[in-house]
């Protein structure tokens, strides 16, 4: 099973690079610009006056490097977060960048890379939902212990953020990765709905460790039931063009905002749409066809060739596998992983490779900036910012409200 594990991080590897130059971009205005796409993506004909926005192709992103080191921090005990968060101090302090050599990194992981730079003096809650944490605990399938695992994955995502929707979306796609390995269910479709009520079953046996986390179990067992209802919906849906309809009209539910993609930054969405692109796609296909999806194109394309590569075996395009920036290094830290006996050594592979990596990046991302006018917000004067505040009022008034002015002007 440690060898499935290992294809299954190096899918995913390649799948958040294959998303990451189209990280923010609409589907809609990536079919326009590129048509098709195949391999990486240098986004630049996508971005005309965006260039602020662009990113290398074949290189991937702080979800793999999270990915990596999370890797090194595991085996088949345990979690030791100890040594994962002295890995990522470690890691912060060998590049120039703000944030060390982690690239592209989201708000909640910049929350925690900011707790550890400031001696963990600053204060850790961060209660926003975040998707790119999910591939990051892919590792820890290498556990064995039911148990252990389970609170393992909650510990190590509550470092990130308190957000229940991203603790029980990551719990569970641990559990998806796990059945679909074992081949539980004929379809990834279904296999995603026994796994939802297979864990709403777990959750309520695990409710005293659960408490012990620091986490309600009454909130996490509603958080399950979306997904149980969600996938069960799914699955006895059959026009396939009604999917992400389906997923963004239960995630407005939850979220009091409109939805119209199942791209955007929340588990709710990401991890059902990985589900249904999976379900849907030849497997050789889905990092293209993730990757197209825009939006959060490096969580949904690691996650979906994840969820591939679990049910079907590795299967890697050429296009994907020779182009990736520093494959030799990868290929190196994926043997290392098959190798218990050598995963202390990934952490001095990241740091000795990676750093050169987000400096060159650097470098390339101010070379093409070069000479673009920085646009300065103009400074406005008291009498613009009252004239707006009173128009706001005024357009913010009921029609009761007018119609009484109005009486009361009469008089």
């Not at 005990?77 to 050599?101: D, H, P, R, T």
């Not at 408490?211 to 799914?234: A, M, Q, R, V, W």
């Not at 005024?394 to 029609?399: A, D, F, H, L, P």
């Amino acid at each position: 099973m440690d060898k499935i594990i290992v294809d299954i991080i190096f899918s995913s590897i390649i799948g958040d690079a294959a998303g990451y130059t189209l990280n923010g971009l609409k589907k809609s205005h990536i079919k326009a610009v590129f048509k098709d796409i195949n391999g990486y993506v240098d986004p630049s004909p996508a971005l005309k006056n965006n260039m602020h926005r662009w990113k290398k192709p074949g290189l991937y992103s702080s979800i793999s490097q999270n990915i990596l080191i999370t890797a090194a921090s595991v085996d088949r005990k345990g979690l030791n977060l100890n040594k994962y968060i002295g890995s990522v101090q470690n890691a912060l302090e060998v590049c120039e960048s703000e944030f060390g050599i982690f690239r592209d990194s989201g708000e909640a992981e910049k929350n925690f890379f900011s707790w550890i730079k400031n001696g963990k003096k600053t204060d850790l809650q961060y209660i926003n939902p975040c998707s790119r944490l999910l591939p990051s605990i892919i590792p820890l399938l290498f556990i064995k212990d039911e148990q252990v695992r389970f609170i393992a994955a909650i510990n190590y995502i509550s470092l990130f953020t308190r957000n229940t929707s991203t603790i029980v979306g990551s719990i569970l796609f641990i559990e998806i990765l796990k059945k679909l390995i074992q081949k539980e269910g004929n379809s990834i479709l279904e296999i995603a709905l026994h796994s939802a009520e297979f864990l709403r079953n777990k959750l309520i046996d695990y409710q005293g460790i659960i408490f012990n986390t620091g986490h309600n179990p009454d909130y996490l067992i509603s958080n399950i039931d979306y997904y149980s209802k969600l996938f069960k919906e799914l699955y006895t849906a059959k026009d396939p063009a009604l999917y992400e309809n389906i997923i963004c009209g239960h995630a407005e539910k939850r979220n009091k905002n409109k939805i119209t993609r199942g791209s955007i930054n929340l588990p709710d969405t990401i991890l059902p749409m990985s589900v249904i692109l999976s379900e849907c796609s030849d497997p050789e296909n889905i990092y293209k066809i993730a990757a197209m999806e825009g939006g959060s194109a490096s969580s949904l394309t690691a996650i979906s060739s994840a969820i591939i590569s679990a049910f079907y075996g590795r299967n890697i395009p050429e296009e994907y596998l020779n182009s990736l920036i520093n494959k030799k290094r990868i290929k190196s830290i994926i043997d290392m992983l098959a190798d218990d006996n050598n995963r202390g050594l990934i952490i001095d592979e990241i740091i000795n490779g990676e750093p050169k990596l987000t400096i060159k990046e650097l470098e390339e991302f101010k070379a093409k900036n070069k000479g673009i006018p920085v646009v300065k917000k103009k400074k406005r004067e008291r009498g613009d910012i009252e004239s707006d505040l009173s128009k706001h009022v005024v357009e913010s008034w009921t029609k009761f409200d007018k119609a009484k002015w109005k009486k009361e002007r009469k008089k």
